[in-house]
């Protein structure tokens, strides 16, 4: 079987984020074996196929910021998944201390 390649590393990881909680976007890059390469996270989720089931909205800045710009509909959007899953968010922000997933 090929080596995953960098993308799907990427998204096998944000795949196990459980319910609940987030991972940061340098997190991610760490559990992916891609060290600091967090710049790098986001566009690998923009490239997520149609139709998927990765959980994208899990993935959020390190100091637990909402990366979209606010107001857009990627930003209401991200916020009310979270929400849904009993992640609280104030003004666009997530206590990492709280939600931060501990694997």
Same mark, same amino acid.
């Given at each position: 079987?090929?080596?995953?390649?960098?993308?799907?590393?990427?998204?096998?990881?944000?795949?196990?984020?459980?319910?609940?909680?987030?991972? $940061?976007? #340098? =997190?991610? &890059?760490?559990?992916? @074996?891609?060290?600091?390469?967090?710049?790098? !996270?986001? /566009?690998?989720? +923009?490239?997520?196929?149609?139709?998927?089931?990765?959980?994208?909205?899990?993935?959020?800045? $390190?100091? #637990? =910021?909402? &990366?979209?710009?606010? @107001?857009?509909?990627?930003?209401?959007?991200? !916020?009310? /998944?979270?929400? +849904?899953?009993?992640?609280?968010?104030?003004?666009?922000?997530?206590?990492?201390?709280?939600?931060?997933?501990?694997?």
């Amino acid at each position: 079987m090929p080596e995953p390649t960098k993308d799907q590393k990427i998204w096998q990881v944000v795949a196990a984020i459980p319910p609940g909680q987030v991972a $940061s976007y #340098g =997190q991610v &890059a760490a559990m992916a @074996g891609l060290g600091r390469q967090a710049r790098y !996270i986001g /566009r690998a989720l +923009g490239k997520l196929p149609s139709g998927h089931s990765i959980p994208w909205f899990r993935v959020i800045r $390190s100091n #637990g =910021q909402i &990366a979209f710009p606010e @107001g857009s509909e990627a930003y209401k959007t991200q !916020i009310s /998944r979270l929400e +849904g899953e009993g992640v609280e968010v104030t003004k666009g922000r997530v206590r990492m201390c709280q939600f931060q997933w501990q694997p």
